[in-house]
Each structure stands twice: as C-alpha cells, then as structure tokens.
Nanobody, 123 residues
Framework: QVQLVESGGGLVQAGGSLRLSCAAS????????MGWFRQAPGKERDFVVR????????YYADSVKGRFTISRDNAKNTVYLQMNSLKPEDTAVYYC????????????????WGQGTQVTVSS
C-alpha cells in the first residue's frame, strides 16, 4: 500500500501560481512513477502530467505544457506540481497517483490515489 496526501491547493487569480505537494508513505516511493490528474465539476478525471521513478523523464498534457512543472524528491517521498500562469480553466480538484502499469495518461493505470486538493482560479 502507498498512502498519498496532497496539499497546496487554494484560490488564486488568473496568471498566478500555486505549488502542489504530494507526500507518500508506505511502500518505497522511488519504486513508482507518479502522475497528477485533475477533475473539474461534472467532468472526467483528466491526465495532467507524469514523472518517472528517478525524475529524469516527464510527460505533460498539451493543456499545461510550458506552464506546469512536475518534480520529485525521493529522499522526501514527495512529488511536486508547480503551476504558473494559471487560467480559470485550470480550476479542478487535483489528485496525485502512483502508476502501476499501462498508459501513463490513463487513470486506470494508477493503483493508489490521494484525496485531492482543490485549485480554484478566478478570472
């Protein structure tokens, strides 16, 4: 089992920045590639970004490319999501998840999920 706890969400104006954190406990964090997803009200959970186990490889959804940056600190068992130039359409609950197998942008490929953190971007 891997327990994941997100933090860092909040209310920000368009153009602003937030940094989300996802702290992991349980099994060895460095064994897992990690992803961030988001879900807006009434919509499906969408892939945002993933990072491999060492942090050397990342893959972003087109909608956030150039604005969001994922990183991880395996010594601290934490993955981060730096979000810049935020837009109202970025408003959603953001979830981190530990990848198991399959496509990185498919939520069913992830075994463990956090409870989510709300990000609200006002216009």
């Amino acid at each position: 089992q891997v327990q994941l706890v997100e933090s860092g969400g909040g209310l920000v104006q368009a153009g602003g920045s937030l940094r989300l954190s996802c702290a992991a406990s349980g099994r060895t964090f460095s064994n897992y590639a990690m992803g961030w997803f988001r879900q807006a009200p009434g919509k499906e959970r969408d892939f945002v970004v993933r990072i491999n186990r060492s942090g050397s490889s990342t893959y972003y959804a087109d909608s956030v490319k150039g604005r969001f940056t994922i990183s991880r600190d395996n010594a601290k068992n934490t993955v981060y999501l730096q979000m810049n130039s935020l837009k109202p359409e970025d408003t959603a609950v953001y979830y981190c998840a530990a990848w198991r197998t399959g496509s990185y942008n498919d939520a069913t490929s992830y075994d463990y999920w956090g409870q989510g953190t709300q990000v609200t971007v006002s216009s």
